[in-house]
């Protein structure tokens, strides 16, 4: 029997990074997405219990989200008793409610012949220009709640080859890999620095958290999912990951790439023209 890689959420951000790379390497990959697939609907989840060497689980809108734990839990039980052989789960740095879905997921595959593993990441270089940010920086101004806070944002393709490493068996198992950008950057350094990269001036404020909830919703968010990222936010953008970690060096035996660097890629790509903007 020909087996799969399974990817939820395959038309994400990461999902479709991983998506690409494990089919430069010729092998099989089956995409669960809504409606096949859907967080929000348990009936859905029948559709991964199907045999796979690997599968990618993103949860959305995200694990800090009620529930999430036990969701991820339960379809990787399902995937562990159809026999899928390696499950990596996409997490988040400083998120207690993360981590909790973490240690579920490794519960849930205990007893089974399943390796599982972690990615945790810092906050998504792509978010300046496949989501969150794309439309504020093609227009020329972002609001956010982040003030004078530091990230070590982190680039989804290194992400997404680790992830792919720990699918195949490549890179070490049954453990957390935390993943971070080289380098600690304000949101308004961020900005600053697409600004450069575009030859346009391009401004940031501070908000408050309800200015930015306000926001979301006008963009077209529900109301509770918007106040939810928004009191993820007020969590996370804390001060607590303010620090980075040598996690690509480890998993994949180079440097992280540098927000500079992404900067230029998307600029190159088509990015914050203010004519087209990205999913």
Known sequence: MTTTNLIIGGTGKSGRRIAALLHGRGLPVTSLSRPAFDWSDPTTWTSVEVPAESAYVTYAPDLAFPGAGEAVADVAGRMARAGVRRIVLLSGRGEAAALAAEDMLADAV???????????????????????????????????????????????????????????????????????????????????????????????????????????????????????????????????????????????????????????????AGAWTGEQVAP
């Not at 089974?112 to 906050?123: K, L, N, S, T």
């Not at 918007?226 to 040598?246: K, M, S, V, W, Y």
């Open 110 to 268: 205990e007893g089974h012949a399943v390796a599982w593993g972690v990615v945790r990441c810092a906050f998504f270089m792509q978010n300046f220009d496949e989501s969150l940010f794309a439309e504020p920086l093609a227009t020329g101004h972002v609001a956010f709640t982040a003030g004078d806070v530091r990230e070590p944002f982190v680039d989804l393709d290194d992400v997404a080859e680790v992830a792919v490493g720990m699918m195949l068996g490549e890179i070490a198992a049954n453990r957390v890999h935390e993943l971070t950008g080289p380098r600690l950057m304000t949101f308004a350094e961020a900005t600053a620095e697409v600004a450069r990269a575009t030859g346009r001036e391009i401004g940031y404020e501070h908000v408050t958290t309800a200015r930015f909830v306000d926001d979301l919703v006008g963009l077209g968010l529900p109301g509770e999912e918007a106040a939810g990222i928004g009191a993820l936010f007020e969590q996370i953008l804390d001060g607590r990951n303010a620090h980075p970690t040598d996690g690509v060096q480890e998993a994949l035996g180079r440097p992280a790439r540098d927000f500079t660097e992404y900067a230029a890629r998307a600029v190159a």
